[in-house]
DNA sequence: GTGAAAGCGCTAACAG
DNA sequence: CTGTTAGCGCTTTCAC
C-alpha cells in the first residue's frame, strides 16, 4: 500500500531506469523485446495506470469533453446526453457533466472548473440573458453552443436547430383542420431560440391567414412550470382550440395541464408539442410534436470535437427539425 | 496567445518570483497586502485559473467522481444522475459520466479511464455477471455499489433498493382485486437484484395462497426489448390477467407492447411496473408502479462520498421501495 | 516579507 | 539498446 504504481516504482522493483519503462509501456521501438515484456507484465501485475496528470501537465490533451446542460430529466437533454457519452466513448474521451439549472453563475462556474482541469472543449447550451462577456477567457477549450447562440458573432461553433419549417407546418396543419384560434407558448426574447421560434408560428398564422391573437401567445422563462400554467390559462379562457408549444420543458407542462383538465372534463383541445420523448408516441394515441434529430446533434457534436482538432469555427450548423403527426 | 497564464507568466509579468504569486494567489498571511492585491488584480485581468493537473500532481485529490450507468435515458438513471450532479456542483466535485450499456468489458474500460485521472470515487450501478476479479486495482477510489450488489462481502460501500416489501404487497394487491394468474418479468439470477425480486414475487405468490406457475415467470438479461418480447408473448398466451415487472427498463418494454397491443383489442391487464418516471402518472389514468426513492439515493451517495473522506466502506444502506396504487 | 530549491509522474532530447 | 537531465505548474521546506 505504499502509493500509487509509477513508472519509477516499477523500474526501481526491476532494477532498472523509469526511462525504460516509460519506453517499454508505450511500446518504443528502441527496447529490447525481452525487456519490454517484462515490464509490461510487471505493470499488469502491479496495476499501473499512466497518470492522467502528469499526461496532461506535460501538455499532452486531457481527453476530457464538458457537457453543461439545463437539466438532465427531460428527456430530449437525456438523450443527448446519453448518444453523446456513447460517441466519446468510441473516441475514448470522457465526458463531464455539468448542470446549469439554465442559471448563469452555475455556467460560468462550470466553465471554470472545466478550464482548470483543462477540458479540451466544452458543449453548452447556454443560458438564457448571458452575454459574450459571461464567456471570457476560454483558452484553449473549443466552445460549441447548442440549440441556442448567444452572440451572432461567437468565436464558438454553433449546432443549431432549424424548426422555422416544422413550426409553420404546424400552424398550417391545425388551420387545414379547421382550427381558427391557436394559442402558442414559447421561451421570451432573451433566448434566439425563443424569438425565431415565436416568429415562425406568426408566419405560420399569416401563411394560414389567421390573425393573431395576442392573449394566446404566451412567452415567458421556458420551464415545466410555467407551460403548465399558461396552459391552464388559457383552457380556462375556452377560446383557443389547438396549442403549439416552442420548449421541451413547456410541452412537458402544457400536457401536464392538459392530463389534470381531462380528468374532470375532456375539453379535447389539439396539441402540439415540442420534442419527441418515447411516451408521446404511446398516449392518447400518439402526441403530434416537432421532432428534434436529436441524435444527430449529439453525434456531430463529437464529429466536431473529434475532426477539427486544429481548425477554426466552423459555421453555424443547422439541422432541420419535423413535424411528425399523430393523434 | 503565448500558452496559459501560470503563476510563472504573472511573476514575470510582474517582476516579482512565482512564490509570492503563489502565496498571494492562496492568501497566505505572509504577503504584503499591497502585493498581494496587486497579485490577484493581475491574475483576475489575465483569466489565471489553478492547474488542476499540477494540484492533483501534488497529492491534492481531483474532485472528480465517477458515475457508471448502463445508460441515461432510462427516467430512473436520468433522475439519479441529475440529483447527484446537482449534489457534486454544491460540494464543487466534478461528475464525470461513462455509459456501460451494462457491457462488462465497458465497464473496465471505464473504470481504468477514471483510475487514470485519479477520481476520488465512482458511483456505479454494476454490470450483470461480474465477479470480484472485475474490480481489482482500485486504487484509492472509493467505490459505491447501486441498487445491484457484486459480492456481498465486497470492500465498497452500497446503496440499495430493498423491494421485498413492496413487490410482495404489489401481488397481494392484485390478488385482492380478484386476480389468480398473475405474470412476472425480471432479471435473471445473475444479479443479485433479479434474484430477491423474484423471491420477493414467489413470497408474495405463496401469502396470497396463489400456485407457481412457471410460464408466467419469465426471466432473462433486463432491457426494454427483452420487457416488450416477454410481455407480448404473455398477451398472446391469453392466461394472466395480471403483470408485475421487476425491472426498470423491462417495466418500459412491457407498457410498449401494452400500446401496441391496445390499438387493436383492449385486452386490459393489470398491470405494475418498475421505477416511477414522471408519465406514469398520466397515461392511462395512471400506472401503478413500484416507486424507488431515486432522489433519495443520489444524495445519500453523495453524502457518503463528502462524510466519509476518511471512513472505511459503510455497510451497505438500504432504502425501501414502495408500492404506488394507481390505475 | 520574499526567494530558491526540490519533487510530484511523465517524456523529449541528449548522452553513452 | 539504455541511462541522465530537464521541465511541465504547483506547494512545502528551508534560507535570507
Redesign the interface.
Known amino acids: 500500500m505504499a502509493g500509487?504504481v509509477t513508472i519509477k516504482s516499477i523500474a526501481k522493483d526491476l532494477g532498472i531506469s523509469h526511462m525504460t519503462v516509460s519506453r517499454a509501456l508505450s511500446n518504443h521501438p528502441n527496447v529490447l523485446k525481452e525487456t519490454r515484456e517484462a515490464v509490461q507484465k510487471r505493470a499488469q501485475e502491479l496495476?499501473y495506470?499512466?497518470?492522467?496528470?502528469?499526461m496532461?501537465?506535460r501538455g499532452g490533451g486531457?481527453k476530457?469533453v464538458g457537457l453543461l446542460l439545463p437539466?438532465?430529466?427531460n428527456?430530449f437533454y437525456?438523450?443527448f446526453?446519453?448518444t453523446m457519452?456513447?460517441a466519446c466513448?468510441e473516441h475514448?474521451y470522457?465526458?463531464?457533466?455539468?448542470?446549469t439549472?439554465d442559471d448563469l453563475k452555475?455556467e460560468s462556474?462550470?466553465l471554470?472548473?472545466l478550464?482548470?482541469?483543462?477540458a479540451e472543449a466544452v458543449v453548452m447550451v447556454p443560458a438564457p440573458g448571458g452575454t459574450e462577456s459571461t464567456s471570457?477567457?476560454l483558452?484553449?477549450m473549443r466552445v460549441i453552443q447548442l440549440i441556442r447562440q448567444r452572440k451572432e458573432k461567437d468565436p464558438a461553433s454553433a449546432i443549431l436547430v432549424d424548426d422555422a419549417p416544422a413550426i409553420r407546418e404546424a400552424v398550417q396543419h391545425l388551420a387545414d383542420k379547421g382550427h381558427r384560434h391557436i394559442a402558442y407558448i414559447g421561451a421570451d426574447s432573451a433566448l434566439s431560440s425563443g424569438r425565431s421560434r415565436l416568429a415562425s408560428f406568426r408566419q405560420g398564422l399569416a401563411q394560414a391567414e389567421l390573425p393573431e391573437e395576442t392573449n394566446l401567445i404566451q412567452t415567458g422563462v421556458p420551464s415545466f412550470e410555467m407551460g403548465r400554467e399558461h396552459t391552464a390559462e388559457i383552457l380556462q379562457q375556452k377560446q383557443a382550440t389547438a396549442l403549439i408549444c416552442g420548449g421541451f420543458e413547456i410541452s412537458?407542462g402544457a400536457?401536464?395541464a392538459f392530463?389534470d383538465a381531462s380528468?374532470q372534463s375532456a375539453p379535447q383541445m389539439s396539441f402540439v408539442g415540442y420534442g419527441d420523448?418515447?411516451?408521446y408516441s404511446?398516449?392518447n394515441?400518439g402526441i403530434s410534436t416537432i421532432r428534434v434529430p436529436v441524435d444527430r446533434l449529439a453525434r456531430k457534436a463529437v464529429d466536431i470535437l473529434v475532426s477539427s482538432q486544429t481548425d477554426g469555427p466552423s459555421n453555424p450548423l443547422t439541422f432541420e427539425a419535423q413535424l411528425v403527426v399523430r393523434k
Open positions: 500509487r496495476g495506470v499512466k497518470s492522467a496528470a502528469a496532461a501537465m486531457t476530457i437539466n438532465i430529466v428527456e437525456a438523450r446526453a446519453n457519452a456513447l466513448e475514448s470522457q465526458l463531464l457533466i455539468h448542470l439549472n452555475a462556474l462550470a471554470e472548473g478550464r482548470e482541469i483543462q471570457t477567457h483558452d484553449g412537458n400536457l401536464n392530463m380528468e420523448p418515447s411516451f404511446w398516449i394515441g
